[in-house]
C-alpha cells in the first residue's frame, strides 16, 4: 500500500467534520476526501446525538490525531508496516479517547457503529480499548 493511500486512509478515519451532527464545517455532497471523511463521521456517529461540547471536544481529538499522522508521513524514513502498525495505535487511541468524550448512553451505540465498519488499513471496525 502507498503512502498516500495509508495517509488517505488515516486522514479519512479522523475526519473532523460531523456533518451527521449538523454541521461541523463542511458540506454534503462533497467528492473525493472531504466526502469519505464526512461518510466515516456519519458512521460513526449514526443515531447518536453530540452536544455543542462533545462536538468540539471530539473536533479536536480528531485535528490532534490528523496532526500526529501527518508528521509521521512527513518524517519518512519508516517501513510501511512500521507505519501502519502506529498509524492503527494513534486511531485506537482516538477511538478510546472520542468515546470518553460521549455518555454511558452514546457509548453503546458508538460501540455499535465502529464494529459495523468496513475492516480496512485505518482499524476501522475494532473495538477501542476501554
Known sequence: M???RLLLTALALSASTLTAQGGMGGQRGMGGQAGMMNRQNEMLFKDITLTDAQKAKVDSIQAKGREEMMAMMQ???????AMREVMMQVRAKQMADIRAVLTAAQQPVFDKNLAEMPQGPGGAGRRPPR
Open 2 to 4: 502507498s503512502r498516500i
Open 75 to 81: 518524517g519518512g524514513g519508516q517501513d510501511r508496516s
